[in-house]
């Protein structure tokens, strides 16, 4: 009889931007070093041993980005199951309002994202979207952040 292995659990603590600006949402393409190929995400990522999460959405979005920002405060916390075929995660993110303060649009080289675009509401819907940019999309809307009133 085979012997069953537990697969190994993975708790992974992340932050990430909710960036709006102009009416326009900032995400970034991932690349094959995720699981999820060509689709579109919140930038942000994994906090660091002894990292505040404040810290994490700046350094990660300036990373991936080459833009500067504050946070905002939280937006709100998601915890998610994934399971791999190797591995089960648990990923809980910090989802941040995010305002630019300076720097320009750049991509990231040699990382998990290749390309990061702003995108109006309706282009966002032709685009593949992970489960966060879909949240990130829905948090947006229910704040009001694409109203033209907004300050950014």
Request: proline share 5%; net charge neutral; with cysteine.
């Amino acid at each position: 009889m085979r012997e069953v292995t537990p697969k190994p659990e993975i708790q992974r603590l992340a932050a990430y931007g909710l960036i709006v600006k102009d009416g326009k949402i900032l995400l970034c393409r991932l690349t094959n070093l995720t699981g999820s190929e060509g689709m579109w995400t919140l930038p942000g990522g994994k906090v660091e041993f002894g990292e505040h999460p404040d810290s994490t959405l700046v350094r990660e979005v300036l990373e991936e980005t080459g833009l500067k920002v504050s946070h905002q405060g939280i937006l709100t916390v998601n915890s998610e199951l994934f399971h791999f075929s190797d591995a089960r995660m648990h990923a809980i993110r910090l989802i941040y309002r995010a305002r630019v303060e300076g720097g320009k649009l750049a991509y990231e080289k040699g990382g998990t994202t290749d390309i990061c675009e702003w995108f109006t509401p309706d282009e966002v819907r032709h685009l593949p979207l992970v489960s966060l940019a879909k949240l990130g999309m829905r948090l947006a809307k229910e704040h009001g952040l694409f109203t033209p009133l907004e300050a950014q």
